[in-house]
């Protein structure tokens, strides 16, 4: 698994969570469950660009901390007036 | 074998440490930003839901695509310098600034596209924050190429070796905000409904 794990493939893997976000936006999908896929796609993709690109998958925790601790907030707080709204 | 000899030391952080505290008070500003867009918009639901469709998405998602792509060159950037691959990492540095362009470029389409309909900052509260967030978000991506660009130029005046280069990744580091930032973004302001 080690062996595809790299750059390129988290690049490739970041454009196609990127178009499978613009085909659900294209589809005009809503609810909790589309929010939330979407949100997590956001996640997901902010994690690999915090772990592999800034390389931050090393430093000590407190800067691991303040980076996810900060895109997982912000996800969250997102999630949550989307759910009230819903 | 001591307690100590089993512990790894943490990494340091990438780059000059100062870097890292204007990246962690920009995505504070962004993060504050994108919580009350969200806020906000449960007040408005219907109007935020009916002017987002006027957006274009095509635009925000091939954006998305050259940010991506860009980030990408950037560590290929990185990676060329500790091989001590200059001319490599030089290409790669020209290669993001071409990505960041392309950014420019569409997003100025769109801008002009909005502009030409009229719509400003006080059309509505939906395009206040989306001119304000995405034109906040386009100065970043400006100051990010600015960046690039003076070490690309440093590195070809040879300033950056394998066992010194940390201007390089301290503008990497500030450009992959930029990109961390706009995944955030663009789900946020142009799909999610």
Known sequence: MK????????????????????????????????????????????????RDFMELRDVSFLWRAIMYGWLW???ISIAVTYIISL | MTAANNTTEPKLLPGDLAIWFFIFMELLV????????????????????????TLNRELGAANTLLLITSSYFVIRAVQAIRLNNIKQCIYWLYAALAGGTGFLILKSIEYADKFSEGINLSTNTFYMFYLSLTLFHFLHVILGMIILFAVAIKAKRGAYNAQNHTGIETGASYWHMVDLVWIILFPLVYIIR
């Open chain 1, 3 to 50: 062996k595809f794990y790299n750059v390129h493939t988290i690049w490739l893997l970041m454009i196609v969570l990127t178009l499978s976000t613009y085909l659900m936006g294209m589809q005009g999908w809503s609810g909790i469950a589309v929010v939330l896929f979407l949100l997590l796609t956001a996640v997901i993709k902010g994690g690999l660009i915090i």
């Open chain 1, 73 to 75: 907030t912000v996800c």
């Open chain 2, 30 to 53: 962004f993060g504050i930003f994108f919580i009350v867009y969200a806020v906000m918009r449960l007040q408005n639901i219907e109007m935020f839901n009916y002017y987002q469709l």
